[in-house]
């Protein structure tokens, strides 16, 4: 294996009495789609930020594509491209002359055309940055930071405020950049967004990172509950108590027309559930399994919602 | 070099797509000009209304011919004292001469202040407008020049020194638009940076723009160089503009070179876009370095001899005048623009302007913040 692009040790801040980021290390491998997931206020964004020379850090170290963030955060700032959050653009330039403005920025002349294509952008090029619509300012702002071809991209909660449609549409575009070879460390505090681009996800809360892996891994350890819904055909009075007594159940709820199995092994209770079904003793129309999520294992860590 | 060129550029078309701030940026000065010039530049130059009581002696006959030839003086017959005064008090007139034979029967009366002055021959009494003390002073020193030299002739006394006053630009008589328009142009120059500046790049770093620009490896003196050259290249625009309609709707006259007009605007620009930038370091929202800027701005575009000139301003705060920072740049833009002056006699009030820009660039350099 390579080495990792990003190197964080013990990484610090603090803002006057609060500790913003206390202590934080990881690393982030070269192609990985790599994943900030915490609440806001969690520390996601002050992380970011000193890695991307924007913030010198109290304490601790981080090397970015082998440079030193406190060194020389200008060349840090040369290697990588970086969506900031709610940052605003200059209204009055269009979507093309942006991007030619902020590739002079980097002292190089833009891809305009290609950048343009592959971000959707093509048809506003010679529109006014204020008339964009939210999806499409992040996909500028993505565009922005690209203008370079950086190896690595940091996005600072690039979905937020999107409407269901333009967010699927920005993890096609964040998917690709992965397709493309380059690396992106973005925050999100969307845990399916997390678990849908995430090869790996640190979960942050209080300015450390409680846990650190891929999604799979973090549910098998820290919520390893299962759901087994059953779309249940009629009424069943009294069958509640027989339901929990089923192997590795731990709770009953009934909700819609459903009742829901939670279970630390789903075979197992599937096997049990189906037994039931056969001889008759339970009628149901439909049958899902139900993974945890990482909203889950966020629950676990930290006994609190993420969207608290 | 290229990138900076091309920031120049789209810094200077987002500037000109703002129609709105453009149309003001030219309205404003045109509309302040042609207010101040309906005030103040009615007739070729200064002239003030005197009311003479008309006397009956041959003492007052002569007086009031005299009064007369006085080029800028335009006397007034007035029947008697009475209606002189209410002529005063109604602002028509900035003094009312009482001639000696008509004073002499009747003692100072109303509320306007009288001054006098005794001698063997009489005494010449005269009433002035405190609603208007600048202009009346005027008037009361021009007066007080003609008394002295009635005097001289009354007692034959031969004069020892004898005032010549030759025009000042040249064979042409300055009419009152040559003279505003610099002034404008200068108070121009100033607001761009005071207001415009303070306020562009407060708003920017309040919506997080220049903290997207901080994001890039980009050297912060090519973007404020790039936003410092398009405030220099739009002002050029916008007084060339001003200085047309003046021209052309208000027969105003440069009669010096325009490059060192440019030249001046160029420097008057750097420095206060350096003031604006100085602002804008101590503004959290465009609306504070507004305010701040406004209240920089004001006292010196009243002050600093942009409307009229600063010899109309009373003696104690003409150190104050001298020491801000829009005087000097006032002063050089109308000597080139009015006068046709050379350079050089503006030089130190250059340096001084210049002065300034370094501290302000100093402070904002120190002060700055991207975010």
Same mark, same amino acid.
């Given at each position: ?235 069943l009075p009294d069958r509640e108590a027989p339901l929990a007594a089923l192997p590795a159940v731990r709770q009953v709820e009934r909700a819609d027309g459903e009742v829901r199995l939670s279970t630390t092994d789903p075979v197992e209770t599937v096997q049990a559930v189906m037994a039931l079904h056969r001889d008759g003793t339970l009628r149901f129309t439909q049958l899902r399994v139900e993974e945890a999520t990482l909203e889950d294992v966020f629950l676990h860590l930290t006994g609190r919602r993420l969207r608290e | 070099m290229r990138a900076f060129g091309l920031t120049v550029l789209l810094f200077f078309k987002h500037y000109f797509r703002d129609r709105t701030s453009v149309f003001w940026g030219l309205l404003f000065p045109l509309i302040l000009m042609s207010l101040i010039g309906v ?68 003692? /100072?009366?109303?509320? *306007?202040?009288? @001054?006098? +002055?005794? %001698?063997?021959? #009489? $005494?010449?009494? =005269? ?54 328009? /610099?002034?404008?142009? *200068?108070?121009? @120059?100033? +607001?761009? %940076?005071?207001? #415009? $500046?303070?306020? =562009? ?171």
């Amino acid at each position: 294996m390579t080495d990792p692009i990003v190197q964080v040790r013990d990484l610090r801040k603090r803002y006057g009495t609060l500790l913003a980021v206390d202590g934080v290390t990881f690393e982030v491998r070269r192609g990985e789609i790599f994943g900030i997931l915490g609440p806001n206020g969690a520390g996601k964004t002050t992380t970011l930020e000193m890695l991307e020379g924007l913030r010198t850090p109290d304490g601790g170290s981080a090397l970015v594509d082998g440079v030193d963030v406190r060194r020389d955060p200008r060349g840090v700032r040369a290697r990588i491209g970086v969506q900031l959050q709610e940052a605003g653009f200059f209204d009055r330039l269009t979507v093309e002359e942006t991007l030619r403005l902020f590739a002079a920025f980097h002292g190089r002349p833009a891809p305009a055309a290609a950048l343009l294509e592959r971000l959707q952008l093509a048809e506003k090029r010679r529109a006014w940055v204020r008339t964009l619509s939210g999806g499409q300012r992040q996909r500028l702002a993505i565009a922005v930071a690209l203008v370079h071809d950086p190896p690595l991209l940091f996005l600072d909660e690039p979905t937020t405020g999107l409407d269901p449609q333009a967010r699927r549409n920005l993890w096609d575009v964040i998917e690709d950049l992965r397709r493309e070879g380059r690396t992106v460390i973005l925050t999100t505090h969307y845990m399916e967004e997390a678990q849908r681009l995430c090869d790996r996800v640190a979960i942050m809360d209080h300015g450390r990172i409680v846990a650190l892996d891929t999604p799979r891994a973090l549910i098998r350890t820290h919520a390893p509950t299962a759901t087994v819904a059953l779309a249940v055909a009629d009424e069943l009075p009294d069958r509640e108590a027989p339901l929990a007594a089923l192997p590795a159940v731990r709770q009953v709820e009934r909700a819609d027309g459903e009742v829901r199995l939670s279970t630390t092994d789903p075979v197992e209770t599937v096997q049990a559930v189906m037994a039931l079904h056969r001889d008759g003793t339970l009628r149901f129309t439909q049958l899902r399994v139900e993974e945890a999520t990482l909203e889950d294992v966020f629950l676990h860590l930290t006994g609190r919602r993420l969207r608290e | 070099m290229r990138a900076f060129g091309l920031t120049v550029l789209l810094f200077f078309k987002h500037y000109f797509r703002d129609r709105t701030s453009v149309f003001w940026g030219l309205l404003f000065p045109l509309i302040l000009m042609s207010l101040i010039g309906v005030a103040f530049g009615r007739g070729e130059s200064v002239t003030f209304t005197v009311g003479f009581v008309r006397g009956t002696g041959p003492l007052a006959e002569g007086l009031r011919r005299g009064l007369a030839e006085v080029p800028v003086l335009r006397v007034v017959d007035e029947a008697d004292e009475a209606t002189a005064l209410e002529a005063l008090r109604r602002g028509r007139r900035i003094l009312v001469v009482v001639p000696p034979d008509v004073a002499g029967r009747s003692g /100072p009366a109303g509320t *306007a202040g009288a @001054v006098g +002055n005794t %001698g063997p021959v #009489g $005494t010449l009494r =005269v009433y002035f407008d405190q609603a208007r003390l600048q202009d009346a002073r005027t008037a009361l020193l021009i007066l007080d020049r003609f008394v002295a030299e009635a005097n001289l002739r009354l007692t034959g006394t031969a004069p020892l020194l004898r005032l010549e006053a030759a025009p000042v630009a040249g064979a042409r008589r300055l009419r009152f638009f040559d003279f505003l328009l /610099p002034g404008i142009l *200068a108070l121009t @120059v100033m +607001n761009s %940076g005071l207001q #415009g $500046t303070s306020w =562009v790049v407060t708003e920017y770093r309040q919506r997080l723009v220049l903290k997207r620009v901080l994001a890039t490896p980009v050297h912060p003196a090519l973007f404020l160089g790039g936003l410092v050259a398009r405030y220099a290249a739009t002002n050029l625009v916008q007084l060339a503009v001003i200085a047309l309609v003046a021209v052309w709707l208000f027969r105003a006259v440069i009669v010096g070179n325009l490059l060192v007009l440019a030249g001046l605007a160029v420097l008057g620009t750097l420095v206060f876009v350096g003031m604006g930038l100085a602002v804008s370091t101590v503004s959290r929202t465009p609306e504070a370095a507004n305010l701040l800027g406004s209240l920089l701005g004001f006292p010196m575009m009243f002050l600093a001899g942009t409307f009229w000139p600063r010899e109309f301003m009373p003696a104690a705060i003409q150190p104050l005048i001298s020491a801000l920072p829009l005087t000097p740049l006032v002063e050089a833009m109308r000597g080139v623009a009015a006068r046709g002056d050379a350079l050089t006699p503006y030089l130190p009030g250059l340096l001084y302007l210049a002065g300034w820009g370094v501290v302000a660039f100093l402070l904002a350099g120190w002060r700055f913040r991207w975010e």
